[in-house]
């Protein structure tokens, strides 16, 4: 699906916009199981295994930072990811062998929604190769207003940057490290139904909502089948036993099938250790575990 040289570009930059990835009824669909499942946070008044509440949520005015899990939330979610334009573009950037390593819905409301400080998803879920990107689905038109994301280009081949702060991994990188170059941002806007796409080092962030419009972007983080957790975020093997997570796996697996044999390479890793005091969701980590704001 993608061209030669988008495929270049997405190596070069560690970034991409790959536009018209779903049909007009698929994204009617998503957006209507959207705005549903935001208006049911409403009986909400703590975050939970759905949802992660945004300051100022009320009964009368639903604010969230995000929908947990969306593709086990409806089926909708999960056929874009498996049964579209997505797909191909998967196949074109991983190969015929994928694993799913999560799902959000981010749904940054209007009028001063969460920001996202910049971090490599990388610190998060380092691997035995980073051959790990995410996909970014649009819901709906996102401008320079509304927080969209912010790339850096080139950084998925330089070094990770440190994400602790105070003793604890905060998920952020510090906005005075000298290898960040935030005059080199590109920011990532387009119309509903396009994507973007960033590679699992590349360094990303996004500003605060500042207009009146919600911006909803449905996330994919999506691993090369030979590309095996190391211990971190996403490792909890341990804590669900080994037949668990091989149902898990197989459960999470969205091209192909499961690796047995993952593939080593020479990458760089810090343990995303200790944990912040909150790590339920990536605000909470950057809130307890003390991450200096970039856009304060």
């Known amino acids: 699906m993608l061209s030669d040289q988008q495929k270049e570009d997405y190596r070069r930059d560690g970034f991409l916009m790959v536009q018209d990835v779903v049909t007009p009824k698929q994204l009617r669909k998503m957006q209507q199981v959207t705005d549903a499942l935001i208006a049911a946070s409403a009986g909400v008044s703590e975050s939970n295994d759905i949802y992660d509440l945004d300051k100022g ?82 819901l709906e038109d996102v401008e320079e207003d509304n927080g969209p994301l912010m790339v850096l280009p080139g950084t998925h081949k330089g070094p990770v940057l440190s994400h602790h702060a105070n003793g604890v991994f905060c998920g952020a990188i510090d906005p005075a490290d000298p290898l960040f170059e935030p005059d080199k941002a590109v920011t990532l806007t387009g119309k509903a139904g396009s994507m973007s796409v960033h590679h699992v080092r590349t360094l990303h962030g996004s500003a605060p909502n500042v207009s009146d419009r919600a911006r909803k972007i449905l996330f994919f983080e999506i691993a090369r089948a030979d590309a095996w957790p190391l211990l971190g975020a996403s490792s909890y093997i341990h804590e669900i036993g080994q037949r668990a997570f091989w149902a898990d796996l197989q459960e999470r697996t969205i091209t192909g099938a499961p690796c047995l044999k993952p593939r080593l390479e020479d990458v760089p890793v810090t343990m995303p250790l200790p944990p912040a005091k909150d790590i339920t969701s990536i605000f909470k980590t950057q809130e307890s575990g003390g991450a200096k704001s970039a856009f304060s």
Not at 70 to 79: A, G, L, S, V, Y
Not at 111 to 138: C, M, R
């Open 57 to 138: 949520h009320s009964k009368e005015s639903p604010r969230l930072t995000r929908i947990k899990l969306p593709h086990k939330r409806h089926e909708i979610f999960e056929e874009v990811l498996k049964k579209s334009v997505v797909t191909e573009v998967l196949g074109d950037l991983l190969g015929p062998d994928t694993t799913l390593i999560t799902s959000k819905l981010n749904t940054k409301a209007p009028g001063g929604g969460a920001a996202v400080e910049w971090h490599q998803d990388w610190a998060f879920y380092p691997h035995t190769n980073d051959d790990l990107l995410a996909f970014g689905i649009l």
